[in-house]
């Protein structure tokens, strides 16, 4: 206290080392610990271990926890789930007394704009998949290409809905895929 010189009877302090004008208790982490207990919003007070860490503890792994369902995926198991997406999406269904199959796309396309979108984003997603999985640029871009026609041809209302029903962008990607994984060296 011999470099600080008291300005009022309160508990003010000048610090005439460093320049710094300062009330009450000392502010900042050069000034050492706060004193006294911290107190949360609800009255209890926090433990003094929990606040050295900081929000270290908050962090979170995805990539190799329970919480990432594909995570570490085989390629076998990333295209049996390709596989069961293109048929949901596509030929989950029959109409009743005929031989027509539609799926989930379908039944969502018949919604305007939204539906096509919708679908078309979910064929998008899948053709990220294939990419996922060590597609070429040419596969991919023969995949992108039938979602494109999918995805126009499908805003005309009505013919654009059967015509999505017959067209099933979804399993000629799943063909386009497996053609190009089964001349792959395993």
Known sequence: ????????????R???????FRAGRPQGPAQGPAQGPVIDQDGREI????????FRQFQFDFGHSSAN??????REQ????????AKLLDVAFILPGTKIRYGVDGIIRLVPVV???????????LVREARAMGAPWHVTARMLGNVAVDGVVGMVPL????????????????????????KQPR
């Open 115 to 125: 539906g096509d979108l919708l679908a078309t984003a979910f064929a998008l997603w």
């Open 78 to 85: 990333r295209l049996a789930r390709f596989e069961m997406l």
């Open 1 to 12: 206290m011999a470099n600080e010189e008291i300005i009022s009877s309160s508990d003010a």
């Open 69 to 74: 369902p594909f995570g570490n995926l085989t």
């Open 159 to 182: 013919a654009g809905d059967a015509f999505d029903v017959l067209f099933r962008a979804n399993m000629r990607n799943v063909r386009i895929l497996r053609r190009w994984l089964d």
């Open 14 to 20: 000048f610090n005439a080392s460093r320049g710094a």
């Open 47 to 54: 433990p003094a271990h929990s606040l050295r860490d900081g």
